[in-house]
């Protein structure tokens, strides 16, 4: 994460204080590789390049056919031939990518415990997504995941996980640049945490300001607009709970009457919208249309009342990679306010969403100006601890 990060922040210093930055477009850039490094292995190295990688390409026809396809009729995507040649060939190409990703892992493995003993098992005991898929055992049956399921879960990671956090991101940094004391109470806490050194993951627990800002930026603007809820309706009879289809004594048509206002009938669903769940102001106060992450501290958010907080879903089916996806804006957003001083391009800018599956700013530029003894020239090397062979020694 820190090695993505720090290729971001290398290009915005070389841009110069007056060059407007697309800060979507780079931490889309951003997650995107994060993703391909830790979920697949693979570099797609997008700031090294005008055009995205091949694979993200591909994904993205695909994506765009598939939101086509939800509004239309099974028979209508039948007839459309051309679109959907394009769509297997794009299907074919990725999978094919994740195969050659997966048998390039497994070689290199194999190169790996035939050679020097102190280099042995080095890459099959790497603590990431793909070590994990590749060895790791159910621990019910002790079966491995076969390569077609590491190849679904490398795609579903690469699709969900990017354009959320992404999305997190961005707006964070908008909301940030509008409230001015949460800035500066923010950078405080990186400057008095973090100092000028290299980030490390035991700063993580020590910034619990920037996790705020976070979860506050989540309430407002979650990049997952909506979930759906079905009543599983059960009937009470003496002391066995038997659900509502299965009691014979009782009407399965009769609606459930939520609040005491809305009937909804047996499994209809109900769809909740996130930004409307999150701006109640019986629950976050009548500030809460406001950017305020004093609210998100963790005493605060233990209080919450349940399920009033829905950033990443509900149920089991709820993200799975919520703390990956944490743990990477955390350390984006503090190398970012470690190194520079952000402004809007346009002062006056009105927050604009972008149309997609996920929420994301629209037409959001910044300007990012290296903070006062931040040296361009050191700034790749500040990014990093220096490993012990790189240390000086200490004098005698």
């Not at 003894?373 to 990014?383: A, E």
């Amino acid at each position: 994460m820190l090695d993505i990060a720090s290729q971001l922040v290398l290009k915005w210093a070389r841009h110069g204080p007056k060059a407007p930055i697309d800060v979507t477009a780079d931490f889309t850039r951003s997650t995107l590789d994060t993703l391909a490094l830790t979920a697949m292995d693979t570099r797609f190295n997008s700031f090294y390049h005008d055009e995205l990688h091949p694979f993200v390409r591909s994904f993205g026809d695909m994506f765009s056919e598939m939101q086509r396809r939800s509004n239309r009729p099974a028979w209508y995507t039948a007839l459309q031939w051309t679109a959907n040649r394009q769509f297997d060939e794009n299907n074919a190409f990725i999978r094919a990518f994740c195969a050659e990703v997966l048998a390039y892992r497994r070689e290199r493995e194999k190169e790996e415990a035939c050679g020097d003993s102190e280099q042995q098992h080095w890459l099959s005991n790497r603590k990431d997504v793909f070590t994990a898929m590749l060895h790791r055992r159910d621990p019910v049956t002790g079966e491995q995941l076969e390569d077609s399921v590491i190849i679904d879960n490398m795609i579903t990671f690469l699709f969900a996980g990017h354009d959320t956090t992404a999305g997190l991101l961005s707006f964070l940094l908008f909301h940030l640049i509008r409230n001015r004391d949460a800035y500066k109470k923010l950078q405080d806490e990186i400057d008095r945490v973090i100092g000028t050194a290299a980030m490390t993951v035991d700063h993580l627990d020590k910034l619990p300001y920037l996790k705020a800002c976070l979860y506050e930026t989540l309430r407002l603007d979650p990049p997952a607009q909506a979930f759906a809820l079905t009543p599983q309706v059960q009937v009470q009879h003496g002391t066995e709970k038997i659900p509502k289809d299965q009691d014979q004594d009782h009407d399965s048509q009769s609606p459930v009457l939520l609040g005491g206002r809305y009937p909804i009938n047996y499994g209809q669903s109900a769809i909740v919208i996130i930004p409307s769940l999150h701006r109640d102001k019986s629950v976050f106060g009548e500030d809460a249309n406001e950017f305020r992450p004093e609210r998100m501290t963790k005493d605060k958010m233990d209080n919450l009342p349940r399920n009033s907080f829905k950033p990443f879903g509900n149920g089991v089916r709820q993200c799975i990679g919520s703390n990956f996806a944490l743990q990477e804006a955390m350390i984006t957003a503090a190398v970012l306010l470690q190194k520079f001083d952000f402004d809007l391009v346009d002062p006056d800018y009105q927050l604009l969403y972008q149309p997609s599956l996920n929420r994301k700013p629209k037409d959001l530029y910044v300007y990012a100006r290296l903070r006062p003894g931040v040296d361009i020239l050191s700034l790749h090397r500040d990014l990093f601890v220096p490993s012990p062979a790189e240390q000086p020694s200490p004098k005698e």
